[in-house]
């Protein structure tokens, strides 16, 4: 009993402490590994990249760590001074490694302004940064002054949990090697080292007490006050505690006992938690419901591996308590921790997977939409708004962006509002999946990306049929900008998510719109009016206004209130009190843009500064967006100073753009159009800009100073991208955005302040197939197309044979039944024998023959009275030589193509992608500039509170804008404002709840009658909860008007003994109730038949007919 007995003492409070700091330390170090990682991957940054560890690599650890035990275990009084310096400056960076990511949370709060200013060790450090760098060299100043166990606590977690942020391990496989073999080292030291030595190395070595340098200074220098610093300190390589922490000894134990645990105990094993729940993490990413992400759902493995390593602790902690001897910690761990892992991945199914590990990025699908539900009525029926959209909580800068698609039911008809695009996987439009066959109509927004560039591969990839609406503008810029888009990936990846059929399968069918215009919906819209109003951000771009019956629901994201050069302000401050606007935060934030011609002004002196200093300005700008403003600012101030330097705008179809923008002249700003009614002067008649379409064409220009607008804005991919790496090294060059660059995109890492010195770019181009790979490719086709043939020709024979067997069923007067009975052959003088069996017995063709068939054609023409009628059509010369440099696009779009870019999309030569992976040393300069287009968060506020919505609904902001933004709202704007987070239902329901009926209004009311003091009436609101009530069905139907609906919806239906027949097995009957007062105008539909699948159908086509409340 006795040694049960002594297990009491781990119900001390320094074995408490200690068992759950370490559990919590653990925990903490995955959480910070699993964000830094996705920070890492984001940013791409070199300048700190971490170390992830290999085979040889984990081998040779537990080898260094050994040396380093016996170089202090018989060295340690003569360099224990430069390890406590070396310990000592680490601290410090761990610590302020832990603590910086608090700052913007703190900044987020108070609302406080952190300008950058200082810099030290090639980093710039702000305000805040600088003050908390100041309190963490205070802290471990204090631990050097006192030596106090809480202090070295403190530093010894930051060290840990820096530790595991910067060493990762890949894959389980590593992560065994790794513990086997630190179990081994750990077991080896601990236990047998005495034998070996003379002494237990690891104890030796842990409780070894290092010597101050401080105090050793202090002496050197006879200062009395410092001499007073403790001469010996406890390295912060394990946190200790005083087994007397509440003042009180244990029983048989000296008062300066103390618990500790070594780091490498803490480290270790939280290296395999870090490992599992980025597994989990990225699992959850694929195939969770964006609410297990946020729940511990998400998490299985980790919480498994974390209660395995407090089980494993506790076994340690008892052993230790049991033998009254130091013990290998990871004797206990290593099986608690890694055991458990294996075992339930195996029986999940996941271990090979974990086993060797992924590369997918911790990122992937952290900024990409996932679904949010947002129910409202406005009366005139039952009304969805549904934005499909998902934060990714991984803060940059303090911001969050958000990726998303909106969409809108009106009544019984469903709209999609905007379609976003991503960088490249559209994965996260899975979700959209399931209701893209019920949409009945798509509304664009803006000719870019982030508006449209999922519509072709949600038509192609979920069925989506629904008319698309938009205006001119938006319908011509928007099918370049997906063209240019398209062809840019193509030429440096596999791009096979759609192809440019798709693009114009998607873009044919759009309805064009003018501003103001308004569209009479029909159908199941009926009753409802759509009309597209200036936005003033992009050209074309539309803030779309829903109507019915009477209530406005107003869609506007990415409006500007300011007049640019080339468009006017957004009209949105035209509609007052709608019953529902639905608005972005993106720019909640920002506040104070300056002026327009100070802006402007600051973004030429840029350029004219880099020019003058013989360097080259890149511009990486949309395709067909906000590069028209650039282009204007750019042309005109040329134009007026004469400047002769050199100004390209290269995207594969920069003619298409342009020839557009001239034509679009009536849809620009006011003082565009009266220059040229005035003087006839196209702002677009360009002479300072060249126009390219292949960068071959800028290699031929000479060098200097030169300014080139590129496409993509994100330098991804495109010309921006090639560029970019080209000029990246020279100090005289610039990189000047106009556009804040999204997540996980290299234009985004390069703005970060500080920009990174060095990052990684992957270099792609399409070279044509040669030798073994041509003669393989070519020898694949052909195989294909064979298949192809000849599935064609099995379905053109099954197809034949049946039409065969239809007609023969029929009956053919050629076939010969051998059933029929047959007159005797004996009268033709023929005998029983063999030609009677060959002529006569059986001779039936199959079902499946078919008699000799030969071509036929009708040449018949039509006369007149003066001869043959002429067809003048088929008599007109084609004019081939009309435009040779411009190729018609497919269907009605009258758009075309440059020759280089049609030749390039014409190009069927067989080729390959190749890639490599490259270092680029950033040396020019980096400068941001707001050419957005987009209103402030000051001038958002002000609009908002001026068009004063019954109900505002905030989409497409980060996390703190969108607070901001609400709370600002809440307080000046109106009372009920909604920010949907990832599969929330909202309520957004309006105030009308009347149904208008013919001549009649009718609705539901849940009420309670009662007198009051004055006698009157009045509608107060109920204090409970109304009763649930079934549904009414209110309207009246006439069996013959049915009946011809039904018909139209392809059902057979008659009339059979004053019922109505539906199909082969329902029936509707229609009788008078007569129980009920007033019964003769109460009327009972039956519908009888068998629980199928027609008998929902016509159920639903009834209920289609009535109104339900």
């Known amino acids: 009993m006795e040694p049960l007995w002594k297990l009491t003492y781990l119900l001390e409070p320094s074995s408490v402490t200690l068992f759950v700091t370490a559990i919590v330390v653990s925990y903490a170090s995955a959480s910070r590994a699993l964000n830094y990682g996705k920070e890492m991957e984001r940013n791409r940054d070199l300048s700190e990249a971490s170390i992830t560890l290999d085979r040889s690599q984990a081998l040779m650890i537990p080898i260094m760590s050994s040396c380093s035990l016996l170089f202090m275990f018989y060295l340690f009084s003569s360099v224990s001074q430069l390890l406590t310096a070396f310990t000592a400056v680490a601290s410090a960076s761990a610590l302020y490694f832990c603590l910086s990511p608090y700052i913007a949370q703190v900044k987020s709060r108070f609302s406080l302004s952190d300008p950058y200013v200082s810099r030290c060790c090639s980093k710039s450090f702000t305000r805040i940064q600088s003050v908390l760098v100041l309190l963490c060299v205070a802290l471990v100043v204090a631990w050097l002054v006192s030596g106090h166990w809480i202090l070295n606590n403190l530093l010894g977690i930051s060290l840990c949990i820096a530790f595991v942020s910067h060493v990762r391990l890949p894959n389980i496989k590593i992560c065994a090697v790794l513990l086997v073999c630190l179990f081994v080292y750990d077991v080896f030291w601990v236990f047998y080292s005495e034998r070996f030595f003379g002494a237990n190395v690891m104890v030796s070595v842990a409780t070894q007490q290092a010597s101050n340098p401080v105090h050793t200074v202090a002496n050197s220098l006879s200062l009395p006050g410092l001499q007073l610093i403790t001469k010996k300190l406890e390295l912060p390589v394990k946190i200790v505690f005083p087994r007397n922490m509440l003042g009180g000894a244990v029983p048989g134990n000296n008062v300066s006992d103390y618990m500790m645990l070594g780091l490498g105990d803490m480290a270790i094993p939280s290296m395999l938690l870090a490992l599992v729940l980025c597994f989990d993490h990225r699992k959850s990413r694929e195939s969770a419901t964006p609410l297990d992400v946020q729940s511990s759902k998400g998490f299985k493995y980790f919480w498994h591996a974390l209660s395995g390593y407090a089980i494993g602790l506790f076994t340690a902690l008892a052993a230790g308590i049991l033998t009254r001897s130091p013990q290998p910690a990871l004797l206990y761990l290593v099986p608690c921790t890694l055991g458990p892992i294996i075992i339930l991945s195996w029986m999940k199914k996941d271990l090979a997977e974990l086993w060797e590990g992924t590369t997918t990025n911790l990122n992937e699908k952290a900024h990409s939409p996932g679904e949010v539900l947002v129910s409202k009525n406005l009366g005139w029926g039952y009304v969805e708004l549904g934005a499909l959209s998902k934060r990714d909580n991984t803060e940059v800068k303090g911001t969050v962006f958000r990726m998303f698609i909106c969409g809108l039911r009106v009544g019984i008809s469903?709209?999609?509002?905007?379609?976003?695009?991503?960088?490249?996987?559209?994965?996260?439009?899975?979700?959209?999946?399931?209701?893209?066959?019920?949409?009945?109509?798509?509304?664009?927004?803006?000719?870019?990306?982030?508006?449209?560039?999922?519509?072709?591969?949600?038509?192609?990839?979920?069925?989506?049929c629904a008319p698309v609406f938009a205006t001119e503008p938006v319908y011509r810029l928007g099918l370049l900008t997906m063209y240019d888009h398209y062809l840019s990936r193509k030429q440096v990846s596999e791009f096979d998510l759609f192809t440019l059929d798709d693009i114009d399968s998607a873009f044919q069918n759009i309805t064009r719109l003018?501003?103001?215009?308004?569209?009479?919906?029909?159908?199941?819209?009926?009753?409802?009016?759509?009309?597209?109003?200036?936005?003033?951000?992009?050209?074309?771009?539309?803030?779309?206004?829903?109507?019915?019956?009477?209530?406005?629901?107003?869609?506007?994201?990415?409006?500007?209130?300011?007049?640019?050069?080339?468009?006017?302000?957004?009209?949105?401050?035209?509609?007052?009190?709608?019953?529902?606007?639905?608005?972005?935060?993106?720019?909640?934030?920002?506040?104070?843009q300056p002026p327009r011609r100070q802006r402007d002004q600051q973004f030429l002196d840029a350029i004219l500064k880099t020019l003058r200093a013989d360097g080259k300005i890149l511009l990486p700008v949309d395709t067909a967006g906000r590069v028209l403003e650039l282009i204007l600012i750019l042309e005109q101030y040329w134009e007026q100073n004469h400047l002769t330097y050199p100004i390209f705008f290269l995207t594969y179809v920069s003619s298409s753009t342009i020839d557009y923008a001239k034509s679009f002249l009536e849809w620009m700003s006011d003082s565009i159009a009266k220059s040229f009614e005035h003087t006839r002067d196209n702002a677009f008649l360009l002479k300072h800009v060249t126009l390219l379409i292949n960068k071959s064409e800028l290699e031929k220009i000479p060098d200097g100073p030169k300014v080139v607008l590129a496409s993509m804005g994100s330098l991804e991919v495109g010309f921006s991208h090639d560029i970019f790496v080209e000029w990246a090294a020279d100090t005289k060059n610039l990189v000047l955005f106009t556009e804040r660059g999204q997540f996980a995109t290299l234009a985004r890492m390069l703005q970060s302040d500080p920009p990174p010195k060095a990052v990684k770019v992957t270099m792609s181009k399409r070279i044509p197939l040669v030798g073994e790979e041509l003669a393989a490719y070519e020898e694949e086709q052909n195989r294909k197309r064979k298949e192809e043939a000849l599935k064609a020709t099995l379905v053109k024979e099954e197809e034949t044979k049946a039409s065969l067997s239809a007609e023969l069923a029929v009956g053919d007067p050629m076939v010969i039944d051998a059933n029929i009975k047959q007159p005797s052959s004996n009268a033709a003088g023929f005998q029983h024998g063999a030609f009677r069996d060959v002529f006569i017995d059986g001779f039936v063709p199959p079902p499946s023959s078919a008699g000799p068939m030969f071509p036929f054609y009708d040449n018949s023409s039509e006369w007149d009275d003066f001869g043959e009628v002429i067809n003048p059509d088929d008599y007109i010369i084609k004019d081939e030589d009309m435009d040779q440099a411009s190729m018609p696009v497919d269907g009605d779009l009258n758009g075309k193509l440059d020759e280089a870019s049609a030749s390039l999309i014409l190009d069927t030569t067989p080729s390959k992608v190749v890639s490599s992976e490259q270092t680029v040393y950033v040396k020019c300069s980096l400068v941001y500039m707001d050419f957005e287009g987009r209103s402030d968060g000051s001038s958002i506020k002000k609009i908002l509170g001026h068009v004063s919505p019954l109900k505002l609904v905030l989409v497409h902001g980060s996390a703190e804008a969108t607070e901001h933004l609400k709370q600002h709202c809440l307080k000046n704007v109106c009372p009920h404002v909604y920010a949907p987070q990832i599969e929330e239902s909202i309520d957004v329901t309006s105030d009308l709840c009347a149904y208008k009926l013919g001549d009649y209004e009718i609705a539901w009311v849940d009420a309670e009658v009662g007198k009051t003091e004055s006698g009157t009436l009045s509608l107060l609101p109920l204090s409970t909860p109304p009763p649930p009530h079934k549904t009414v069905l209110v309207g009246d139907i006439k069996m013959a008007d049915f009946k011809q609906f039904l018909a139209s919806k392809g059902v057979q239906v008659e009339f059979a003994g004053g019922a109505l027949r539906c199909g082969e097995y329902v029936t509707l009957r229609k009788i008078g109730d007569s129980s009920q007062k007033g019964g003769g105008n109460i009327q009972q539909i039956i519908l009888e038949g068998p629980l199928t699948e027609e008998y929902y159908k016509i159920r639903d086509h009834l209920y289609s007919q009535f109104y339900a409340l």
Not at 542 to 561: L, M, P, Q, R, S
């Open 414 to 464: 469903d709209f999609m509002l905007s379609f976003a695009g991503p960088r490249s996987g559209f994965e996260f439009l899975n979700g959209f999946k399931r209701v893209a066959s019920t949409v009945d109509a798509v509304l664009l927004s803006h000719p870019d990306t982030l508006h449209l560039g999922a519509l072709p591969y949600a038509m192609k990839q979920f069925g989506l």
């Open 514 to 592: 003018t501003y103001s215009q308004n569209y009479y919906m029909s159908g199941k819209g009926e009753g409802i009016v759509i009309a597209p109003h200036a936005a003033g951000h992009l050209l074309g771009g539309t803030v779309w206004k829903i109507t019915k019956d009477g209530e406005d629901v107003i869609y506007a994201v990415d409006f500007n209130h300011r007049k640019e050069r080339h468009l006017n302000g957004t009209v949105l401050e035209s509609f007052v009190r709608p019953a529902v606007l639905i608005t972005d935060a993106y720019n909640a934030l920002l506040s104070n």
